[in-house]
T-cell receptor
Framework: ETGVTQSPTHLIKTRGQQVTLRCSSQ?????VSWYQQALGQGPQFIFQYYREEENGRGNFPPRFSGLQFPNYSSELNVNALELDDSALYLC??????????????FGPGTRLTVT | GENVEQHPSTLSVQEGDSAVIKCTYS??????FPWYKQELGKGPQLIID?????GEKKDQRIAVTLNKTAKHFSLHITETQPEDSAVYFC???????????FGRGTSLIVHP
């Protein structure tokens, strides 16, 4: 069984640029959530996708957007990057909500540095 | 919304000792409480969880207890080993939301 994978592992961007991060969910999981984790903090919920629809959103501005594809993989897009966007971005997949799937399985994360 | 407080922020123990990490939550509708272990450079790993219809759950050296009346839950690690050293996060999920609110984490250091 393949776990959650994310790409790239690291990247460096300049303030004002745009970035796309990618996530492949664990086999059999149809829900994907994205989190931002600043150094020394717990993960902060950005949004969740269930069957290609946004299913909840945290306190993040509209320049954070996402997509989920028919194979349940997902993208996180961030426009107009700011210095404070520097963080570890985590993707987590969950089994079917119909079976009470609140368990989240995290990928290794993408370390984004904005200069 | 839900608010999760986690203590202590740092916990240092000797190998073989027990470690206890405590969390409180605010939303009485929360009914699922996972615990995650995060090692340096890796994503959080689900290590144990408990649902609101259960008061205690054990898995080898790890146990979690839940007190719904007091709205607090705890992680207990017995016979700690150096490889238990990591940051541990608690979380609470409100019924029907499937979205966890995380505590700020506890850095556990196990000295050989």
């Amino acid at each position: 069984e393949t776990g959650v994978t994310q790409s790239p592992t690291h990247l460096i961007k300049t303030r004002g640029q745009q970035v796309t991060l990618r996530c492949s969910s664990q086999s059999g999981h149809n829900t994907v959530s994205w989190y931002q984790q600043a150094l020394g903090q717990g993960p902060q919920f950005i949004f969740q996708y269930y069957r290609e629809e946004e299913n909840g959103r945290g306190n993040f501005p509209p320049r954070f957007s996402g997509l989920q594809f028919p194979n349940y993989s997902s993208e996180l897009n961030v426009n107009a990057l700011e210095l404070d966007d520097s963080a570890l971005y985590l993707c987590a997949s969950s089994p079917s909500q119909a079976s009470g799937g609140a368990e989240q399985y995290f990928g290794p994360g993408t370390r984004l540095t904005v200069t | 919304g839900e608010n999760v407080e986690q203590h202590p922020s740092t916990l240092s123990v000797q190998e073989g000792d027990s470690a206890v990490i405590k969390c409180t939550y605010s939303d009485s509708a929360s009914n699922y409480f996972p615990w995650y272990k995060q090692e340096l450079g890796k994503g959080p790993q689900l290590i144990i969880d408990i649902r609101s219809n259960v008061g205690e759950k054990k898995d080898q050296r790890i146990a979690v207890t839940l007190n719904k009346t007091a709205k607090h839950f705890s992680l207990h690690i017995t016979e700690t080993q150096p490889e238990d050293s990591a940051v541990y996060f608690c979380a609470a999920v409100s019924g029907g939301s499937y979205i966890p609110t995380f505590g700020r984490g506890t850095s556990l250091i196990v000295h050989p």
